[in-house]
């Protein structure tokens, strides 16, 4: 099965910029999440329709490596590709670059893992076809 996800895209607010009118850093970070969100909506196991089965997604680490600003009305695509995933724990990685320039702006990385009830669960035993997409994107 291959599964051909879309590339999510965002324009920059002017309440996200700074006195330089480039993008607060802090912000990066909520556009991940964004990213990750759309993610899962593609790959049709929204967050919401997660949290209805009582199972959550833990962020365990965020990494950012910022590359070139982006500025105050620029848009940019955010890459998302599957680094690992077990079932238990998922890594992601992320480009946002430039729409407009194709210019790499800032790469990062997210670690994840997934529980219910407070206890760390398997996605494999319980959520059997969104493990499987998983899988496929490795």
């Not at 949290?51 to 620029?74: A, G, H, M, T, W």
Request: charged fraction near 25%.
């Amino acid at each position: 099965m291959v599964i051909k996800m879309k590339d999510y895209e965002r324009k920059a607010y002017y309440h996200e910029t700074d006195q330089m009118q480039i993008i607060h850093h802090a912000n990066y970070v909520k556009w991940l999440e964004e990213a990750r969100i759309d993610f899962m909506d593609q790959l049709g196991f929204s967050y919401f329709e997660m949290e209805k089965r009582n199972i959550l997604s833990l962020v365990l680490q965020i990494e950012l490596n910022y590359k070139n600003p982006v500025k105050f009305n620029d848009t940019v695509l955010i890459k998302i590709k599957v680094e690992s995933y077990n079932g238990v724990k998922l890594e992601l990685s992320y480009e946002i670059i430039n729409k407009a320039t194709n210019v790499l702006c800032v790469s990062a990385k997210s670690k994840h893992c997934f529980i219910s009830n407070g206890k760390v669960v398997s996605l494999k035993k319980l959520l059997p076809e969104f493990h499987e997409k998983m899988l496929s994107l490795i």
